[in-house]
């Protein structure tokens, strides 16, 4: 489901936020099999790495395809799923097929964890930190669990209106990539929206598309959002998501000096304020900024998903 609310529920300013709620659905624990086969391929370059993707074979069905290859095999990878546990140092940034999903957990120390999350990112996979080996089995189970519910790829959000021009960090655009979504997650993509012609109603027409991972066809929802001229009730989910995203900023650049009304992300600003690691504080803001649940400590990401927490949590029983 999508939809999309301004920052007040009338416009009477030249420029405002616009913010595109989307909410996917649930998993159908009933009909699990449904699922298309997963053929991952796990890089195994942290000591017990081997140990867990043992320990969690239980999980997956007949007709699904696990292995794993240490990292100086990774260039020959074909498969379509890859989770990359590391905490190597310098070395030659892999290349994937285009489709190939890359995720990434990587483990601290480590002082190459911003070429880690590049590849992660490159790939349209989730990205983790770690701090000690100690989160390995809740960060692998996690991301599994990632893998099997993703529900869309390669989605995107397409917008225009004959009053509104659209722009995100400082470019003007029409179009807006959200790259795979997994099931329950939400997401709220804050755009810029300016006035270049006065009407008593503004009309926003949107399409979401993306192709449906269940069945590989292309999904499309078409929808438009009329708003009128005045002064209207401000909405509280467009301003706290830019307040999110300011402060998720401040993070990346090691600044704790900043409070929210959050209760996830005030708890990590305070737990931030005793680090002294970056790699934790870029996790952190990443988590924020890319609203997905990357974390295996012992807090509750505000995005968690309950299909990846469960499987999290029976893989580091085991």
């Known amino acids: 489901m999508i939809r999309f609310v301004p920052e007040n529920s009338k416009i009477n300013n030249n420029s405002f936020f616009g913010l595109f709620q989307l909410r996917i659905q649930h998993m159908d624990y009933d009909n699990l099999d449904t699922i298309p086969p997963k053929d991952i391929v796990f890089v195994c370059d942290y000591p ?39 905490n190597r140092g310098n070395f030659q940034p892999p290349e994937f097929p285009k489709q190939t999903r890359v995720h990434v957990i990587c483990v601290g120390p480590c002082n190459n964890y911003i ?15 770690i701090t000690t080996g100690d989160e390995l089995s809740v960060a692998i189970g996690s991301i599994i669990g990632a893998v099997f519910s993703t529900m869309y790829r390669n989605a995107s959000i397409t917008f225009n209106s004959n009053t509104l021009l659209f722009s995100k960090n400082n470019e003007i655009c029409q179009s807006i990539s959200v790259g795979d979504l997994y099931a329950d997650e939400n997401k709220d ?42 002064i209207g009730r401000p909405n509280m989910n467009v301003i706290n998501r830019w307040k999110e995203i300011c402060i998720a900023k401040e993070l990346k650049s090691y600044n704790t000096d900043v409070s929210s009304n959050c209760y996830n992300l005030q708890g990590d600003i305070e737990m931030l304020t005793n680090s002294k690691d970056p790699a934790l504080f870029r996790r952190v803001s990443h988590e924020y900024l890319r609203q997905r649940d990357n974390r295996s400590d012992d807090y509750v990401s505000k995005y968690y998903t309950p299909f990846r927490m469960w499987l999290s949590r029976e893989l580091s029983k085991s």
């Open 48 to 86: 017990g790495t081997e140990l867990i993707v043992e320990k969690s074979r239980k999980f997956y069905r007949e007709n699904d395809k696990i292995s794993t290859i240490p990292f100086e095999y990774i260039h020959t990878i074909t498969a379509k799923n890859v989770i990359i546990v590391s």
């Open 115 to 129: 070429e880690f999350e590049k590849i992660a990112e490159k790939y349209n996979g989730v990205y983790n930190y």
């Open 189 to 230: 993509i804050l755009i810029k929206c300016h006035r270049v012609k006065n009407n008593d109603i503004h009309c926003v027409e949107y399409t979401f598309r993306a192709i449906n991972a269940l069945t590989n066809t292309l999904v499309e929802w078409k929808k438009k959002r009329f708003i009128n001229e005045g």
